[in-house]
């Protein structure tokens, strides 16, 4: 083997290691009593990343919305497209966060944008005025550590990870909608189970393992 492999290998197998050891998967089993909530998601919020690179898409087609939830960091542009062969609208009258938008009617194969500007970790709700079963959300995601949980129909336990978690970062984040959302402090080698509530009443639990 030459000299420059040789050193090329020995730096990328110390990379390896310093990253195994300095950044972690955190894992969640979410367990509900009756009903699964619509979508959730989970993120550290002091993991000090700058947010995603990748700003979130939405899409609508056939009456419905292409995700239940897409991501974006502060200031950044969330586009909206229009597949179907219907028109469609896109609105956020949001009393939780304040926020209120309505871009209007989106033609068949239009397009239309909004941007993230409320406050970080927040979901905006999202709908169409023209067919009121269609529901999406919109998060300010301050970090790149995070995850999308989603649940099937019916499904009463789901489970979810967060991977390349720093040590540093300990300020785990749930937002479940329409449940409460749960602030926890997880470090390295722990294992929590909290409550997952509804206007205070318990509706699930919630088990981290780090
Ligand atoms: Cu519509």
């Known amino acids: 083997m030459c000299l420059y492999k040789s050193i090329l ?7 390896a290691l310093a990253a195994s050891l300095s950044a972690g998967t ?5 367990t509900f009593e009756k009903r699964n909530p619509y979508v959730g998601l ?8 700058g947010g995603p690179d990748v700003c979130g898409t939405l899409d609508q087609k056939d009456k419905a919305f292409s995700k239940l939830l897409v991501v974006g960091k502060e200031g950044c542009e ?9 028109d469609h609208n896109i609105f956020a009258n949001d009393l939780e966060s304040g926020v ?13 944008s909004t941007v993230v500007n409320w406050n970080a970790g927040r979901l905006v709700r999202v709908g169409c005025k023209i067919h009121p079963k269609m529901v999406s959300y919109i998060a ?8 999308i949980v989603e649940f099937e129909e019916g499904q009463l336990e789901t489970r979810f990870a967060v991977a390349d978690v720093d040590d540093s970062s300990v300020a785990f984040e749930l ?6 959302r749960i602030s926890v402090s997880i470090a390295s080698g722990e294992t929590k189970t909290v ?13 981290l393992t780090r």
């Not at 209120?100 to 239309?112: A, H, K, W, Y």
């Not at 300010?140 to 995850?147: D, K």
């Not at 409550?195 to 639990?205: A, E």
């Open 175 to 180: 937002v479940l909608q329409p449940l409460d």
């Open 78 to 86: 969330i586009k909206f497209h229009n597949s179907d062969d219907t």
């Open 140 to 147: 300010n995601l301050p970090t790149s550590r995070y995850a």
């Open 195 to 207: 409550d997952v509530t509804y206007k205070g009443k318990v509706f699930g639990t919630l088990t």
């Open 26 to 30: 955190v894992e969640g089993v979410l």
């Open 100 to 112: 209120n938008f309505d871009v209007g009617l989106i033609p068949p194969g239009g397009d239309s």
């Open 9 to 15: 290998l020995t730096i990328l197998s110390t990379s």
């Open 42 to 49: 989970a993120y550290f919020s002091d993991a000090n990343d």
